[in-house]
């Protein structure tokens, strides 16, 4: 999470959107960079509403901030992470998907109770609107970084640019037509919001 205090603008890091490559381009001109912990840095929406909105607000009379938050395309989000979880430091770990498909991911993925490979949050979840009014102000597809850079470019008034940061292993992936339309019915709202997103 990085906050800029003056520009009024609070960005979201929502996991492989890019959001490291963020951080390193414009951590050091933030006012707040929250790095670690995970739970943190990659704070969701409810929980910026619920600890940083009021500290906000509260102690420090400011109740103007704007939210920003990248959304990637669901399968590519997901690909991201099974391809993040082939990496050697997390072989022999419940959470690797070493010897297991995509496919599969996938599957597991669409159930309720996942088991911990494919346990790996929700982009919709991050990004719900809370019941007090609070939102994701300016939400960006990360496939556009075009439109990103141009907004982030604008509202902070200086140059930005990205390195590669954080970048899973290059691996091939082919889901099954068949897996990709279940994925479609049972997780819908991330599909739906993403659909939602201007550009």
């Known amino acids: 999470m990085l906050v800029f205090w003056k520009q009024k603008l609070v960005i979201l890091a929502v996991p492989k959107t890019g959001t490291t490559a963020l ?3 414009l951590g050091q001109d933030a006012d707040i960079a929250v790095n670690d912990p995970p739970e943190l840095k990659h704070a969701p929406l ?15 009379k400011e109740d103007g901030m704007e939210t920003l938050a990248i959304m990637r395309e669901p399968v590519d989000w997901l690909g991201s992470w099974y391809r993040y979880r082939q ?3 997390v072989k022999g770990k419940p959470t690797s998907t070493e010897n297991i498909s995509f496919d599969d991911f996938l599957l597991e993925y669409c159930k309720e109770d996942r088991k ?10 991050f990004l719900e609107p809370r019941p007090n009014g609070t ?14 850079l141009d907004f982030l470019q604008n509202r902070l008034d200086r140059k930005i640019e990205l390195g590669r940061h954080n970048v899973s292993p290059e691996i091939a992936l082919s889901p099954s037509s068949e897996v990709i339309a279940h994925l479609h019915e049972a997780r819908s709202e991330e599909f ?5 997103i201007p550009g």
């Open 135 to 148: 939102k994701v102000n300016h939400l960006f597809k990360y496939e556009d970084q075009d439109a990103l």
């Open 116 to 125: 911990p490979f494919a346990n790996v949050g929700s982009q919709a979840k």
């Open 87 to 89: 990496r050697d430091f």
């Open 23 to 25: 951080a390193a381009a």
């Open 46 to 60: 409810f929980r910026y509403n619920r600890f940083f909105r009021p500290m906000f607000e509260k102690a420090c």
């Open 192 to 196: 739906d919001l993403y659909k939602s």
